[in-house]
């Protein structure tokens, strides 16, 4: 009973609701609009008689399916950093105390401060919860369960290998997130065997796409559009243009993290 009586009654308390509101901010639109955008562009390939009324129906339908799974991976996130971290940890990370008042200061509307990796850190966990649904994403999430009975969308042979090696990489990428915030700094070390990590991963990406037939060959068999020449180029480029942006911001965002803190 007393574990019971100890553990948060709420599920994000306020030391943590600034940063879940700051990331919901800018997650929540980009689910809806990628969403949006990849289930109309789904539709349009594989109904060879589009109505436009269904189309946004189905367009509407999905990206509000992932918008609320976005809210979902959010909450639990944090409601799970509000029960693993101590209270300690939290005054660290996200101090109780305001630092600015906005407005009326008898209202007690406060601008509170927190850790300047906490959001950073919480994104890039978003992140990589969202690649590990990447492969048991049913085909039915986005208007193509038709194609192979609402299977996964990647080639069931990646099991053998290169999908347990896939999870493993995530696995390391969360470890070293979660160990950033409790140690509330990243040394020299870490940032350099996390920028390895990060292209050795986009290296082994690049490999399965060139080697292995990523997507289940059943949907490609039934769907009206063949195998293009471009593709797996182009999900290269993708690849590549996604680390070079993550390895960017995150040099930037460390940059900003360590002026804050040289400040205090």
């Given at each position: 009973?007393?574990?019971?009586?100890?553990?948060?009654?709420?599920?994000?308390?306020?030391?943590?609701?600034?940063a879940?509101?700051?990331?919901?901010?800018?997650?929540l639109?980009?689910?809806?609009v990628?969403?949006?955008?990849?289930?109309?562009?789904?539709?349009l390939?594989?109904?060879?008689?589009?109505?436009i009324?269904?189309?946004?129906?189905?367009?509407?339908?999905?990206?509000?399916m992932?918008?609320?799974?976005?809210?979902?991976?959010?909450?639990?996130?944090?409601?799970?950093?509000?029960?693993?971290?101590s209270p300690?940890?939290?005054?660290?990370?996200a101090?109780?105390?305001?630092?600015?008042?906005r407005?009326?200061?008898?209202?007690?509307?406060?601008?509170?401060?927190?850790?300047?990796?906490?959001?950073?850190t919480?994104?890039?966990?978003?992140?990589?919860?969202?690649?590990?649904?990447?492969?048991v994403?049913?085909?039915?999430?986005?208007?193509?369960?038709?194609?192979?009975?609402?299977?996964?969308?990647?080639?069931?042979?990646?099991?053998?290998v290169?999908?347990?090696v896939?999870?493993?990489?995530l696995v390391?990428?969360?470890?070293a997130?979660?160990w950033?915030?409790?140690?509330?700094?990243?040394?020299?070390?870490?940032r350099?065997?996390?920028?390895v990590?990060?292209?050795?991963?986009?290296a082994?990406?690049t490999?399965?796409?060139?080697?292995?037939?990523?997507?289940?060959?059943?949907?490609?068999?039934?769907?009206?559009w063949s195998?293009s020449?471009?593709?797996?180029p182009?999900?290269?480029?993708?690849?590549?243009?996604?680390?070079l942006?993550?390895v960017?911001?995150?040099?930037?965002?460390r940059?900003?993290?360590?002026?804050?803190l040289?400040l205090?």
């Open positions: 009973m007393s574990s019971l009586s100890d553990s948060p009654q709420y599920l994000i308390g306020p030391q943590l609701y600034p879940f509101v700051r990331l919901a901010r800018w997650m639109p980009m689910a809806l990628v969403a949006a955008v990849v289930n109309a562009a789904v539709y390939a594989v109904e060879p008689t589009p109505v009324g269904e189309l946004i129906a189905v367009a509407a339908a999905k990206a509000i992932a918008t609320l799974l976005t809210v979902a991976i959010l909450a639990a996130l944090f409601a799970l950093l509000e029960r693993v971290l300690e940890q939290l005054a660290r990370i101090p109780v105390e305001s630092s600015k008042v407005g009326d200061h008898s209202r007690g509307v406060f601008l509170h401060t927190t850790h300047p990796g906490l959001t950073e919480v994104g890039s966990l978003v992140f990589i919860v969202f690649l590990a649904l990447i492969p994403i049913p085909t039915s999430f986005v208007y193509a369960g038709q194609l192979n009975d609402g299977g996964s969308f990647v080639n069931p042979d990646l099991w053998n290169w999908l347990p896939y999870y493993g990489f390391v990428f969360a470890a997130e979660v950033k915030l409790r140690a509330r700094k990243s040394t020299t070390a870490m350099v065997v996390n920028l990590a990060t292209f050795v991963f986009a082994f990406l490999a399965a796409v060139l080697t292995m037939d990523i997507v289940d060959p059943v949907i490609l068999d039934d769907a009206a195998r020449s471009w593709a797996d182009a999900l290269v480029v993708v690849i590549w243009a996604v680390t942006w993550s960017i911001t995150a040099v930037r965002t940059g900003v993290s360590d002026k804050r040289s205090r």
